[in-house]
């Protein structure tokens, strides 16, 4: 069965830091390009950092300097580590994986093939 799950979501004081994980089961994503997306009440997910199967990596402009995304293939497991927390930063984060043409902030989150049901961050 393949399947993203999220964990590490919760509450932050603003300043703070996260430590979200997406643990694949069912399917090896080392080849894919694997993402974090977030998603607040009544808008479009926005991608925010990408990991390329090289290790590229990627993202918007936001979290610049903030999140890191990072993987281990041996555990199949994707993170990201949230620092300097801002409220802004309060939604459902996502991950996914998947074969698409550009692994960098644009893409959308309905091009990856497997995607997870998210994680709730709030920040305050």
């Known amino acids: 069965h393949v399947q993203l799950v999220e964990s590490g979501g919760g509450s932050a004081q603003a300043g703070g830091s996260l430590m979200l994980s997406c643990s694949a089961s069912?399917?090896?994503?080392?080849?894919?390009?694997m993402a974090w997306f977030r998603q607040d009440p009544g808008k479009e997910r926005e991608g925010l950092a990408f990991i390329g199967s090289g290790g590229a990596l990627s993202y918007t402009d936001s979290v610049k300097g903030r999140f890191t995304i990072s993987k281990d293939n041996d555990k199949n497991t994707l993170y990201l580590e949230m620092n300097s927390l801002k409220p802004e930063d309060a939604g459902t984060y996502y991950c996914?994986?998947?074969?698409?043409?550009?692994?960098?902030?644009?893409?959308?989150?309905?091009?990856?093939?497997?995607r997870g049901q998210g994680t709730q961050v709030t920040v305050s």
């Open positions: 069912g399917f090896t994503p080392d080849p894919y390009c």
């Open positions: 996914a994986a998947g074969y698409v043409y550009n692994c960098w902030p644009g893409t959308r989150f309905a091009a990856f093939g497997h």
